[in-house]
Antibody, heavy 120, light 111 residues
Framework: QVQLVQSGAEVKKPGASVKVSCKASGYTFTSSDISWVRQAPGQGLEWMGWISTYNGNTNYAQKVQGRVTMTTDTSTSTAYMELRSLRSDDTAVYYC?????????????WGQGTLVTVSS | QSVLTQPPSVSGAPGQRVTISCTGSSSNIGAGYHVHWYQQLPGTAPKLLIYGNSNRPSGVPDRFSGSKSGTSASLAITGLQAEDEADYYCQSYDTSLSVVVFGGGTKLTVL
């Protein structure tokens, strides 16, 4: 079955960087974009951006532009999201999801989520 | 403040029908972009419930249905069950902002 499995929880200090991985299985990795969405504690969903697994093109949300880099490793069917200069308001559960935001198919499936805690 | 507007909460008794609205604008839903709906059970990742305005993925009960008209969309749940208690989010794409947009989420309480 199509599945996305993310890396484990992280605790980081303000100003540090975090890199979350998302390993895909059950489908041809390069056939579908990967998007990243985060959810702060008790809050709604916030789209961060997407990456084309076919050619590496990216589209980032303005809020994280300049601090985020999304990459892929097609040899291992893994997508990565690196966020730099972490602040306390970056504390959230980070999800990867199969699909791009403008497709007619939505985001499906989602990874299980990775909790990133930013605290001094 | 979300680009797509949802009611913060709705409730209904078991067996009843509830609807959740999702109001956008001419640059997202009204521009013809698809609306998708997600269900998020407590402590879990969101799950696709409705895609392309009104289509149900395999495995989603037909108690869930979606519709779209003009700059708004709706999710209807009939025959409410206790297991439907969750947060529901709508999602689309905004062409003027060039971003994916989510509604703020609606908490469904089954009384």
């Amino acid at each position: 079955q199509v599945q996305l499995v993310q890396s484990g929880a992280e605790v980081k200090k303000p100003g540090a960087s975090v890199k979350v991985s998302c390993k895909a299985s059950g489908y041809t990795f390069t056939s579908s974009d990967i998007s990243w969405v985060r959810q702060a504690p008790g809050q709604g969903l916030e789209w961060m951006g997407w990456i084309s697994t076919y050619n590496g093109n990216t589209n980032y949300a303005q809020k994280v532009q300049g601090r985020v880099t999304m990459t892929t490793d097609t040899s291992t069917s893994t997508a990565y999201m690196e966020l730099r200069s972490l602040r306390s308001d970056d504390t959230a559960v980070y999800y990867c999801a199969k699909g791009s935001g403008s497709s007619p198919h939505g985001f499906d499936p989602w990874g299980q989520g990775t909790l990133v805690t930013v605290s001094s | 403040q979300s680009v797509l507007t949802q009611p913060p909460s709705v409730s209904g008794a078991p067996g009843q029908r509830v609807t959740i609205s999702c109001t956008g604008s001419s640059s997202n839903i009204g521009a013809g972009y698809h609306v998708h709906w997600y269900q998020q059970l407590p402590g879990t990742a969101p799950k696709l419930l409705i895609y392309g305005n009104s289509n149900r993925p395999s495995g989603v009960p037909d108690r869930f249905s979606g519709s779209k008209s003009g700059t708004s969309a709706s999710l209807a749940i009939t025959g409410l069950q206790a297991e439907d208690e969750a947060d529901y989010y709508c999602q689309s794409y905004d062409t003027s902002l060039s971003v994916v947009v989510f509604g703020g989420g609606t908490k469904l309480t089954v009384l």
